[in-house]
Nanobody, 120 residues
Framework: QVQLVESGGGLVQAGGSLRLSCAASGRTFTNHPMAWFRQAPGKEREFVAGFIKSGSSTAYADSVKGRFTISRDNAKNTVYLQMNSLKPEDTAVYYC?????????????WGQGTQVTVSS
């Protein structure tokens, strides 16, 4: 079966950095849309960053532009999220998502999430 496994979360001081990884297995996601979402307690899950539109174009939420960078290593079937200049409001569970289709960004697969906590 398809599995997405996130790693790299943890506790970090404001202004610090973390690098999240999403390792996919069960199929190859080369050129497939993949993205990072996050959800804080009591809030809706929101889009953070992703490879969209056939998995090549990138998009970022306004709140993370200039601070977060999404990248991918197709040979490793892995997507990364480099998070710099972290703020307390970035605290959330971060989820990796992938599209079954290489054409449309339908989020068919989800990881279990990794907790990111940013202290003041």
């Amino acid at each position: 079966q398809v599995q997405l496994v996130e790693s790299g979360g943890g506790l970090v001081q404001a202004g610090g950095s973390l690098r999240l990884s999403c390792a996919a297995s069960g199929r190859t996601f080369t050129n497939h849309p993949m993205a990072w979402f996050r959800q804080a307690p009591g809030k809706e899950r929101e889009f953070v960053a992703g490879f969209i539109k056939s998995g090549s174009s990138t998009a970022y939420a306004d709140s993370v532009k200039g601070r977060f960078t999404i990248s991918r290593d197709n040979a490793k079937n892995t997507v990364y999220l480099q998070m710099n200049s972290l703020k307390p409001e970035d605290t959330a569970v971060y989820y990796c998502a992938a599209s079954q289709s290489s054409i449309r960004a339908g989020w068919d697969y989800w990881g279990q999430g990794t907790q990111v906590t940013v202290s003041s």
